[in-house]
């Protein structure tokens, strides 16, 4: 399934670096999402996009930077995380906010 | 009180065993209801919509009581490929745009 693509798939980074989740999807959308969950725990939302536009940020910390230059692609950069930050981040899109959400794969994320 | 709840599990069956999910929602002005299904360590997949008349998709069916607001899954004729965690999710509005809320899902394993 392509509908939704995330990379990198895995990624293991140290306090101080500076890294970038991707996604992309092809399924015509025009709402994307970032979604975390740690070991065992429910989603948690951190942001939505909707056109491009912000329309959620779910008190995320600002070590977590997410960009959106079209409604087919959203990255995730990450500076100076906390070991708590590892988990599976996954990416969602939707053609509309209130509508089924489609996933990717999901980045597992360690942190070390 | 949660806006989606679910009861945590774990539901352990053996094969051919029928089993019932159900979960509750406290917005009453939610409109779309969808379960999902997520493997370990993977992400959540779209399982399906849940309709106010109520529909069965081969050996699911799901419920909707508005009156209650609770929503129903009910899995016939269980498979060991049916273990796996079953998500309710609700649409409600959140602010001025409507947003999908993700239970925290139940537990279900297929004993063989």
């Known amino acids: 399934e392509t509908g939704v693509t995330q990379t990198p798939r895995h990624l293991v980074m140290g306090m101080t670096n500076k890294k970038s989740l991707k996604c992309e999807q092809h399924?015509?959308?025009?709402?994307m999402y970032w979604y975390k969950q740690s070991a065992k725990k429910p989603l948690e939302l951190m942001f939505v996009?909707?056109?491009?536009?912000?329309?959620e940020n779910n008190s995320v910390p600002s070590r977590f930077s997410p960009e959106c230059p079209n409604s087919s692609h959203l990255f995730l950069h990450l500076h100076t995380l906390q070991p708590e930050d590892s988990a599976l981040y996954l990416c969602?899109?939707?053609?509309?906010?209130?509508?089924?959400?489609?996933f990717g794969p999901g980045t597992r994320l360690t942190v070390t | 009180r949660k806006e989606v709840e679910q009861d945590p599990g774990p539901f352990n069956v053996p094969e051919g065993a029928t089993v019932a999910f159900n979960c509750t929602y406290s917005n009453s002005a939610s409109q779309s209801f969808f379960w999902y299904r997520q493997d370990c360590r993977k992400e959540p997949k779209l399982l399906m919509s849940v309709y106010s008349s109520g529909n069965e998709d081969g050996r699911f069916t799901a419920q909707l009581n508005r009156a209650s607001q609770y929503i129903s899954l009910l899995i016939r004729d269980s498979k060991l490929s049916d273990s796996a965690t079953y998500l309710c999710v609700v649409n409600g509005r959140r602010g001025s745009a409507r947003q999908l809320t993700f239970g925290s899902g139940t537990q279900l394993t297929v004993l063989p």
């Open positions: 996009y909707n056109f491009k536009e912000q329309t």
């Open positions: 969602a899109s939707s053609l509309g906010t209130g509508r089924e959400q489609y």
């Open positions: 399924l015509g959308h025009n709402a």
